[in-house]
């Protein structure tokens, strides 16, 4: 039996963040009064309100106002007594109780809960299928699908808007409800100081209009000690962080034949080659254009590409995506600007199930979880969005993965070498290691260095990104659209190549196309309370599978969680444990991982004769009691001695 890697059990907490708001308030005025104010004239029109309201949650010893980077970068300037502008993300929560409450019925962003059960024969086709408990044909569950597919698509669009609309209660209060509200006049007189800067002014609009989250900002250290000043006197829940910006950065790849060290063209392409399943491209600096393309009818620019500092990282990702799935609707997306919440990524000709991040910011402390990672955990599970992400490239000088790479939800992806001496080794630049949040990363590994053009982990996602299109577009793939958590559980579960290296650099395997499209049980859930069907700590779900012999499995639990939870409290919001046992009732197998959102386990029939295993779901923990249960387990199934 294997046994997942072992976890850290600990968040690492830096000690100057361990700051009472007595304390951050007495600092505020103190350095105001010793190194004065520019800005004091506008900035006078801050309002405190007398008797803020109670805060509703107790904020972890973590849930500090100011990061780490952005406080470095304050206490150097100060201690020069210099008060230059830095470049900041001030973060919003946009569920907290001081925002404006949303004009949607929450109904209506719901999606009717869901448990799908099918299986897989080692030939590729589809046994069987159970819908919540019944058993359905094929036509009548892509009939059924369809329709949640619109479903999920119109509550996406409202999801668009009820963000922007939150967006700009905070940013923008109406006259209305500064008439009415004490606290959206306080906020107005914050945003009139911190807009009267021209810069900050277009992030303001651009914030509003894609209802980003959170709005960059140029600000001085004495702005951002009123800034902390405002929100602590007025316990203005809406802002929980200012963090430092980062810029978007892409990392060179190369281009070969792809499809053939994955697999594709053997195991891949006879089933499915991305036929109508979208994939949206995201990049640092330029989109390729319709020309560079070759007039590829099947590509289409998502936003407007800048005109500055291109490069051609984005026309190789675009040809690795082409590659791997070869009727696939790519979609290209410039990360500064994209629109994440627009309404038109649901009302697109070719869907889009799947977002290929090759990009990533370079942020000086790598550990840390950043809004970036928040904002793309969150497109996997609110808007079910499968988020395939580049480990980075600084595996040799440091060894933490970048954002948007961090996040549990994100399926990372590490790169192995494929034409050199170190043949299916973790190339020694992948990006590895946990971020602060204590999940394990890269999730599994791909190719690389195929040709001497370049190397990077900026191909190796795009690659993975396609391969997951091909089971899109193959005759069992709507079992696996708009659902994340079985998309990762198979992914993972397949990924039985082997690859030098260590877990802790290769993740649990490398990818693998044969695996990902033959042979497995697939089981998943979809509803909007975890606790509806785990009440309790130990409470649990079993399921049953038959092992032929002579024949190992990869046992794979996932489940997703909400991205603004992670980045408020620095840990999951749920911890589920997997067991598996054998006809006579003898454990087997377990995996239970503090900090991670899948476990897996492999276990072995060495028999002569099939045999039946119990597959046990546990509930250890749960933290986040509104968390939604987006969950899949994903038994798949190999001969001994194949990868």
């Given at each position: 039996?294997?046994?997942?890697?072992?976890?850290?059990?600990?968040?690492k907490?830096?000690?100057?963040?361990?700051?009472?708001?007595?304390?951050?308030?007495?600092?505020?005025?103190?350095?105001l009064?010793?190194?004065?104010?520019?800005?004091?004239?506008s900035?006078?029109?801050?309002?405190t309100?007398?008797?803020?309201?109670?805060?509703?949650?107790v904020?972890?010893?973590?849930?500090?106002?100011?990061?780490?980077?952005?406080?470095?970068?304050?206490?150097g300037?100060?201690a020069?007594?210099?008060?230059?502008?830095?470049k900041?993300?001030?973060?919003f929560?946009?569920d907290?109780?001081?925002v404006?409450?949303?004009?949607?019925?929450?109904?209506?962003?719901?999606?009717?809960?869901?448990?799908?059960?099918?299986?897989?024969?080692?030939?590729?086709?589809?046994?069987?299928?159970k819908?919540?408990?019944?058993?359905?044909?094929?036509?009548?569950?892509?009939?059924?699908?369809?329709?949640r597919?619109k479903?999920?698509?119109?509550?996406n669009?409202?999801?668009s808007?009820?963000?922007k609309?939150r967006?700009?209660?905070?940013?923008?209060p109406?006259?209305?409800?500064?008439?009415?509200?004490?606290?959206a006049?306080?906020?107005k007189?914050?945003?009139?100081?911190?807009?009267?800067?021209?810069?900050?002014?277009?992030?303001?609009?651009?914030?509003?209009?894609?209802?980003?989250?959170?709005l960059?900002?140029?600000?001085?250290?004495?702005?951002?000690?009123?800034?902390?000043?405002?929100?602590?006197?007025?316990n203005?829940?809406?802002?929980?962080?200012?963090?430092?910006?980062?810029?978007?950065?892409?990392?060179?790849?190369?281009?070969?034949?792809?499809s053939?060290?994955?697999?594709?063209?053997?195991?891949?392409?006879?089933?499915?080659?991305?036929?109508?399943?979208?994939?949206?491209?995201v990049?640092?600096?330029?989109?390729?254009?319709?020309?560079?393309?070759?007039?590829?009818?099947?590509?289409s620019?998502?936003?407007?590409?800048?005109?500055?500092?291109?490069?051609?990282?984005?026309?190789?990702?675009?040809?690795?995506?082409?590659?791997?799935?070869?009727f696939?609707r790519?979609?290209?997306?410039?990360?500064?600007?994209?629109?994440l919440?627009?309404?038109?990524?649901?009302?697109?000709?070719?869907?889009?199930?799947?977002?290929?991040?090759?990009?990533?910011?370079?942020?000086?402390?790598?550990?840390?979880?950043?809004?970036?990672?928040?904002?793309?955990d969150?497109l996997?599970?609110k808007?079910?969005?499968s988020v395939?992400?580049?480990a980075?490239?600084?595996?040799?000088?440091?060894?933490?993965?970048?954002?948007?790479?961090?996040?549990?939800?994100?399926?990372?992806?590490?790169?192995?070498?494929?034409?050199s001496?170190n043949?299916?080794?973790?190339?020694?630049?992948?990006?590895?290691?946990?971020?602060?949040?204590?999940t394990?990363?890269p999730?599994?590994?791909?190719?690389?260095?195929?040709?001497?053009?370049?190397?990077?982990?900026?191909?190796?996602?795009?690659?993975?990104?396609?391969?997951?299109?091909?089971?899109?577009?193959?005759?069992h793939?709507s079992y696996?659209?708009?659902?994340?958590?079985?998309?990762?559980?198979?992914?993972?579960?397949?990924?039985?190549?082997?690859v030098?290296?260590?877990?802790?650099?290769?993740?649990?395997?490398?990818?693998n196309?044969?695996?990902?499209?033959?042979?497995?049980?697939?089981?998943?859930?979809?509803?909007?309370?975890?606790?509806?069907?785990?009440?309790?700590?130990?409470?649990?779900?079993?399921?049953?599978?038959?092992?032929?012999?002579?024949?190992?499995?990869?046992i794979?639990?996932?489940?997703?969680?909400?991205?603004d939870?992670?980045y408020?409290?620095?840990?999951?919001?749920?911890?589920?444990n997997?067991?598996?046992?054998?006809?006579?009732?003898?454990?087997?197998?377990?995996?239970s991982?503090l900090?991670?959102?899948?476990?897996?386990?492999?276990?072995?029939?060495?028999?002569?004769?099939?045999?039946?295993?119990?597959?046990?779901?546990?509930?250890?923990?749960?933290?986040?009691g509104d968390?939604?249960?987006?969950?899949?387990?994903?038994a798949?199934?190999?001969?001994?001695g194949?990868?």
């Open positions: 039996m294997k046994k997942i890697r072992s976890k850290k059990t600990a968040v907490i830096d000690a100057s963040q361990k700051v009472t708001a007595g304390f951050l308030i007495a600092c505020s005025v103190l350095l009064a010793v190194f004065g104010y520019s800005s004091a004239a900035l006078s029109a801050i309002v309100i007398a008797n803020p309201p109670a805060r509703t949650a904020v972890s010893p973590g849930n500090y106002l100011i990061d780490a980077d952005v406080a470095a970068m304050m206490s300037l100060e020069s007594k210099k008060d230059d502008l830095i900041v993300n001030i973060v929560d946009l907290a109780p001081t404006k409450p949303s004009s949607i019925s929450k109904s209506l962003l719901a999606v009717p809960d869901e448990v799908l059960e099918n299986s897989v024969d080692e030939n590729g086709r589809v046994v069987s299928v819908l919540n408990g019944v058993s359905v044909s094929a036509a009548q569950f892509e009939a059924y699908n369809a329709e597919e479903k999920i698509r119109a509550k669009i409202l999801y808007r009820d963000r609309e967006t700009a209660s905070i940013l923008a109406s006259a209305a409800d500064v008439s009415i509200s004490a606290m006049n306080a906020r007189g914050l945003w009139t100081a911190i807009l009267s800067r021209t810069q900050n002014q277009a992030s303001n609009a651009l914030a509003i209009k894609n209802g980003a989250g959170y960059t900002a140029e600000l001085k250290p004495s702005e951002i000690r009123l800034l902390q000043q405002y929100v602590l006197s007025n203005d829940q809406s802002i929980i962080r200012v963090e430092k910006w980062a810029p978007a950065v892409s990392a060179a790849t190369p281009l070969a034949n792809v053939t060290h994955l697999g594709l063209d053997t195991y891949g392409f006879p089933f499915g080659q991305g036929l109508n399943a979208g994939i949206l491209e990049e640092a600096l330029d989109c390729p254009t319709v020309a560079e393309t070759g007039n590829d009818f099947r590509y620019l998502f936003s407007d590409p800048p005109t500055n500092n291109p490069d051609d990282h984005s026309l190789r990702v675009f040809k690795v995506l082409r590659e791997t799935a070869p696939s790519i979609y290209c997306a410039q990360v500064n600007s994209i629109d919440n627009s309404e038109s990524l649901w009302t697109l000709f070719s869907p889009i199930y799947s977002i290929s991040a090759s990009h990533a910011y370079a942020i000086a402390d790598y550990d840390e979880y950043k809004v970036y990672d928040r904002d793309f969150n996997a599970y808007r079910e969005l395939f992400g580049a980075g490239n600084n595996g040799s000088s440091d060894t933490y993965v970048t954002s948007p790479s961090k996040g549990p939800n994100v399926i990372t992806v590490g790169a192995y070498h494929v034409n001496s043949q299916n080794a973790i190339a020694s630049y992948s990006s590895y290691g946990d971020p602060e949040t204590g394990s990363k999730d599994l590994s791909s190719i690389s260095d195929i040709t001497d053009i370049g190397q990077g982990t900026s191909l190796s996602a795009p690659a993975v990104a396609g391969m997951a299109a091909d089971l899109l577009s193959s005759s793939g696996y659209k708009y659902r994340p958590a079985r998309l990762k559980a198979a992914m993972m579960s397949s990924a039985t190549k082997s030098s290296g260590g877990s802790n650099k290769v993740g649990v395997g490398g990818a196309a044969y695996g990902l499209l033959h042979g497995r049980y697939n089981w998943g859930w979809y509803a909007n309370s975890l606790s509806a069907y785990f009440p309790q700590n130990g409470s649990y779900i079993d399921r049953f599978m038959i092992l032929s012999p002579k024949t190992k499995a990869n794979v639990l996932t489940w997703l969680n909400e991205g939870f992670i408020a409290h620095k840990h999951l919001g749920a911890d589920l997997l067991e598996v046992y054998n006809a006579r009732g003898a454990l087997v197998g377990s995996s991982s900090n991670n959102g899948y476990e897996m386990i492999t276990i072995q029939n060495n028999g002569t004769a099939a045999m039946r295993y119990k597959i046990r779901i546990k509930r250890l923990s749960l933290s986040d968390m939604q249960l987006r969950m899949s387990l994903d798949h199934y190999f001969g001994v194949d990868n």
